[in-house]
Nanobody
Framework: QVQLVESGGGSVQAGGSLRLSCAAS????????IGWFRQAPGKEREGVAV????????YYADSVKGRFTISQDKAKNTAYLQMNSLKPEDTAMYYC?????????????????????WGQGTQVTVSS
């Protein structure tokens, strides 16, 4: 019954910004990790950023540190990904995903295979 609905994708020029939203329902929002993952054609799916709503702790892939920020509105059960200084290599389908946070994931927190609930995805295209 966990449902995740992402929105906010689009097409921008290099250096531009986008904000993605992930609306969650069907579970206790604060007790699940919620993260953003992306997959470009011909490439493996990769973790981008994760937040644990209960504590507000955040985690980022090295490739997006300093450019992307994951945040939340707990009252709305919604997580956001603010993407600034976008590069063509950021072009991908972006997915929101969640997993029960009862046990810590440690070094696996950005591993997409640890997440079992997924949204439909939203396309981000960055042109040079």
């Amino acid at each position: 019954q966990v449902q995740l609905v992402e929105s906010g994708g689009g097409s921008v020029q290099a250096g531009g910004s986008l904000r993605l939203s992930c609306a969650a329902s069907g579970y206790t929002y604060s007790m699940y990790y919620i993260g953003w993952f992306r997959q470009a054609p011909g490439k493996e799916r990769e973790g981008v950023a994760v937040i644990y709503p209960g504590s507000g702790a955040t985690y980022y892939a090295d490739s997006v540190k300093g450019r992307f920020t994951i945040s939340q509105d707990k009252a709305k059960n919604t997580a956001y990904l603010q993407m600034n200084s976008l590069k063509p290599e950021d072009t991908a389908m972006y997915y929101c995903a969640a997993v029960d946070g009862a046990y810590g994931l440690g070094t696996e927190i950005l591993n997409w295979q640890r997440y079992n609930y997924w949204g439909q995805g939203t396309q981000v295209t960055v042109s040079s």
